[in-house]
């Protein structure tokens, strides 16, 4: 099982930016994929979840700026950011899990090594 982040960097307040969550080793359909963030001295907070590519959820923090998508053809999932904000800076992390449509980190099983995403003012 292997999922890889790509996309991130450095970007102004207001700027916009896609990651990317290449999956492999198992089959997409069967599990949830989430898009995780950690900023320094925080926990790690769910952003946002997909199943099977359909019935995207949000948290509060990044509705109406962030959209997830699913490509099965490409077995990635991707994460839209806009209108980004300095608080928005983090690692961010893709990971897969069993229980649908939740975005707690111990309902996860296998994550990628994630990608630091840093918003400027």
């Known amino acids: 099982v292997q999922l890889v982040e790509s996309g991130g960097g450095l970007v102004e307040a207001g700027g916009s930016l896609t990651l990317s969550c290449t999956t492999s080793?198992?089959?997409?359909?069967?599990?949830?994929i989430g898009w995780f963030r950690q900023a320094p001295g925080k926990e790690r907070e769910g952003i946002a979840c997909l199943n099977s590519d359909k019935n995207p959820n949000y948290a509060d923090s990044v509705k109406g700026r962030f959209t997830i998508s699913g490509d099965a053809a490409k077995n990635t999932v991707y994460l839209q950011m806009s209108g980004l904000k300095p608080e928005d800076t983090a690692v961010y992390y893709c990971a897969a899990g069993l229980i649908p449509s939740v975005m707690y980190p111990d309902f996860y099983d296998f994550w990628g090594q994630g990608t630091q995403v840093t918003v400027s003012s």
């Open positions: 080793g198992f089959t997409r359909d069967d599990y949830a």
